[in-house]
């Protein structure tokens, strides 16, 4: 069975940084479009990022030049570098990529920025 995992996600104080991973088992994502998703308390999931298995990266503009996405192609992994994270912020994130035709989610790591 295909599954993607999500960690990384805390407690953070406003202006601080984490970084979230995501890794699969039952397939590989080093040759998938992989992306970030998230849901704050009562709204709906949004997109955050996006890393093409070349590298083209994108971003939401909330996000830009504060969080940064990446791969590692030898651990097979992707991450979301967070910094000068603000409350707004505040959400479970969400790895996704598309898998012959299946949309993927993971199960979603918390994350709180708060003083």
């Known amino acids: 069975q295909v599954q993607l995992v999500e960690s990384g996600g805390g407690l953070v104080q406003p202006g601080g940084s984490l970084r979230l991973s995501c890794a699969t088992s039952g397939t590989t994502l080093s040759n998938k479009l992989m992306s970030w998703y998230r849901q704050a308390p009562g709204k709906e999931r949004e997109w955050v990022a996006t890393?093409?298995?070349?590298?083209?990266?994108a971003y939401a503009e909330p996000v830009k030049g504060r969080f940064t996405i990446s791969r590692d192609s030898v651990d097979d992994m992707v991450y979301l570098q967070m910094s000068s994270l603000k409350s707004e912020d505040t959400a479970v994130y969400y790895c996704h990529t598309i898998q012959s035709s299946s949309i993927l989610w993971g199960q979603g790591t918390q994350v709180t920025v708060s003083s």
């Open positions: 890393i093409s298995p070349f590298g083209t990266t």
